[in-house]
């Protein structure tokens, strides 16, 4: 057979069929579903704790309006105090404030517990005095405490007035008054004190001493009583 022939005829024959290799599914094919399949999972995944945050979310914000309900409520209580409550609480301080004995002192001036008369004083206060008497002492008269010295002892009787002032908090004691005209400052014989019962013994010089026992002033001259006064009342310290 001549090549014509066998080309012409060749155009008519028919062509092989595709191999079976080439109709197989490529790898790639199955790589791009699986890659879409997982990208969808993904997605999915996504999605739900996306709308799963969102409820959570509304559940903190739902519970907003209880707090606020709830402080609405604070608020609405306070409110309905009486209006007369803290006026009643000011006037009761007040009152507390003008019932204290004239003679003590706030806590803010002095740490020191108030003086109070000894049950032996007529009436248990110094309202017979001329002078008023506070924690250091007769105010405007020679029986007056140093510097910011407090007194042990105070007594006064007839125009007669006495302290007995001890320096700072645990210094020596000291003795100042005006008796029978005479004002005086000594110290006191540490050994003769008994400040719980109102005793000293204040040696003057040149063989006088004066003896203080409650409502009682003695001076002594060579040994020899020159002289006795008689107290109204006098005050110790009890603190």
């Known amino acids: 057979m001549s090549n014509e022939n066998w080309n012409s005829w060749n155009n008519y ?9 080439a109709k197989e599914t490529s790898p790639w094919v199955y790589s791009i579903v699986a890659i879409a399949v997982m990208a969808f999972l993904v997605g999915v995944s996504l999605a739900a704790f996306a709308i799963l945050g969102n409820n959570k979310d509304d559940g903190g914000e739902s519970a907003a309006p209880g707090d606020s309900t709830q402080s609405s409520s604070t608020v609405a209580a306070k409110s309905t105090e009486p209006a007369g409550t803290n006026e009643s609480s000011d006037g009761a301080a007040e009152s507390t404030e003008s019932s204290a004995p004239s003679g003590s002192h706030s806590s803010e001036e002095s740490t020191a517990a108030p003086k109070t008369p000894n049950p032996d004083a007529p009436g248990g206060s110094s309202e017979g005095a001329g002078y008023k008497l506070s924690s250091h002492g007769w105010e405007g008269s020679p029986a007056y405490c140093n510097a910011d010295d407090e007194w042990l002892y105070a007594a006064y009787g007839d125009g007669d007035y006495v302290v007995v002032c001890q320096v700072g908090r645990s210094g ?6 005006d008796v029978g005209g005479h004002e005086m400052e000594k110290d006191v014989d540490m050994s003769f004190a008994d400040p719980t019962r109102g005793s000293y013994r204040v040696p003057v010089g040149g063989g006088t001493r004066i003896e203080i026992n409650q409502k009682s002033l003695k001076v002594f001259e060579d040994g020899k009583l020159a002289s006795d006064v008689r107290f109204d009342a006098y005050f110790v310290d009890n603190s």
Do not use: I, L, N
């Open 13 to 21: 024959y028919p062509s092989a069929p595709e191999s079976q290799q």
């Open 172 to 177: 020596d004691y000291y003795y100042r008054g």
